[in-house]
């Protein structure tokens, strides 16, 4: 019966990182927009103030495992847009 439950457990975690992969793609596409946008406006890459806005924004229970998973989606969201503007410095 354990078995059963941890199975049951499992599947509910496999079916939310589907969602969760599914939403970062999402936002990794719109990331390259933005950085897009940024190389037309002559602005910088990295935005201090919004990744703190954003942070501030995280409330819930686990508040503190969020925001240091969203550090880890603000270097890859870096990393992405500085990918992109070197494709366009070339």
Not at 28 to 51: C, N
């Amino acid at each position: 019966m354990q078995n059963n439950q941890l199975d049951a457990l499992r599947n509910e975690i496999d079916a939310l990182d589907s969602k969760i992969v599914e939403l970062l793609s999402a936002r990794l596409s719109l990331v390259e927009s933005v950085a897009q946008t940024k190389l037309k406006m002559g602005l910088g890459i990295k935005d201090q103030k919004r990744e703190r806005e954003i942070l501030k924004k995280i409330t819930c229970p686990y508040s503190a495992e969020v925001r240091e998973i969203y550090q880890k989606i603000f270097e890859a969201s870096l990393k992405l847009q500085i990918d992109f503007w070197a494709h366009f410095e070339k």
